[in-house]
């Protein structure tokens, strides 16, 4: 990307930013419900889940001290070996329901904020309810969307590890190994910033339009053209954002008392979704600047706009 390029990139992001920042002034009940509500939930399900594992690892911490000093040869360590792995089962479950639930809200709020933005930015009016319904509708077509993307993401890790396999097994030392290792890291998360250009788009096409699925992920190709340099610094400034929140967590382990950990881990989890919410506002304006771009209109799916006849053309028809 030649310096005149970046630039233009640079200016055409700064004025989708803007505009998709003025969408929360155009319609703020609406756009407060959508990035608002969800926290709340995520807080909920987060604090729920962080107590709820606590308990569930002290407990298997205590066994596992037990166990050490018990005679393997004695009913009391069968016992005992059998309550560690029904609580292993236990943390198991527990993660795996945390990751549903917390996988179907963003899913729900995820529509949400599109449709909201999408409405905002068109200067369409809804009601509540009709909002609502809107929301639930899309939700099937996002799903399959959704199992695509991780289909191509699952491939695309697959990759990674074998790309670093081979930098793992020959280098000389650890030092070697971890500066290599980060390198090759960096490659592929920079490129992936690139290819979650389509993945994204196809996010909001299948919650704007029928089209969903494999059709959603070709049609986000085709019309992300010219637009892809100012969408993947959007990519690349959420990732290193993302990456510095997590780390927030891991640098407050063993710093902060137990309350402290769960209000940092509060805020950065909270954080983190308040900035993918953010990036699905700025995708939604960017699809409308593409559809523009390629001379397409944009038809909401399930809103029916009435067009204005001329009187000249409706004196016309009754000659």
Same mark, same amino acid.
């Given at each position: 990307m030649g310096s005149s390029a970046f630039l233009n990139a640079l200016m055409e992001l700064s004025g989708i930013l803007n505009e998709s920042c003025k969408l929360f002034l155009k319609n703020r009940k609406l756009m407060f419900f959508v990035m608002v509500l969800p926290l709340f939930l995520n807080s909920a399900v987060y604090l729920i889940n962080f107590f709820s594992i606590k308990a569930e690892v002290t407990n298997l911490i205590l066994e596992s001290s037990l166990l050490s000093t018990t005679d393997p040869n004695t009913l009391e360590y069968s016992a005992l070996l059998m309550r560690i792995f029904s609580d292993i089962r236990l943390f198991v479950g527990s993660a795996y329901i945390f990751l549903v639930v917390h996988f179907i809200v963003s899913l729900f709020f995820s529509v949400a904020v599109v449709r909201a933005s999408a409405l905002t930015h068109a200067g369409k009016n809804v009601q509540f309810r009709t909002f609502l319904v809107l929301t639930v509708k899309s939700w099937k077509q996002l799903l399959v969307t959704y199992f695509y993307i991780t289909l191509f993401v699952l491939g695309y %890790?697959?990759?990674?590890? @074998?790309?670093?396999?081979?930098?793992?097994?020959?280098?000389? #030392?650890?030092?070697?190994? $971890?500066?290599?290792? @980060? *390198?090759?890291?960096? @490659?592929?998360? *920079?490129?992936?910033?690139? %290819?979650?250009? *389509?993945? !994204?788009?196809?996010?909001? @096409?299948?919650i704007l339009e029928e089209t969903y699925g494999i059709q959603a992920l070709g049609k986000a190709a085709r019309i992300a053209k010219g637009m892809k340099p100012s969408l993947f610094l959007v990519n690349l400034s959420v990732g290193i954002l993302s990456l510095g929140l997590g780390q927030c967590i891991r640098l407050s382990n063993g710093t902060y008392p137990s309350t402290g950990n769960v209000l940092i881990g509060l805020v950065v989890v909270n954080s983190l979704f308040l900035v993918n919410m953010f990036r699905l506002v700025?995708?939604?304006?960017?699809?409308?600047?593409? $559809?523009?771009?390629? #001379?397409?209109?944009?038809?909401? !799916? #399930?809103? *029916?706009?009435?067009?204005k006849i001329p009187s000249e053309l409706l004196v016309g028809n009754n000659v």
């Open positions: %890790l697959f990759l990674f590890l @074998i790309t670093l396999l081979p930098v793992l097994l020959f280098s000389p #030392g650890f030092s070697y190994l $971890k500066a290599r290792g @980060i *390198v090759v890291w960096i @490659i592929f998360a *920079v490129f992936e910033s690139y %290819l979650a250009i *389509v993945w !994204q788009l196809s996010v909001v @096409i299948s700025v995708y939604t304006v960017s699809y409308f600047h593409c $559809k523009s771009v390629h #001379g397409e209109e944009v038809e909401l !799916q #399930g809103y *029916v706009e009435y067009t």
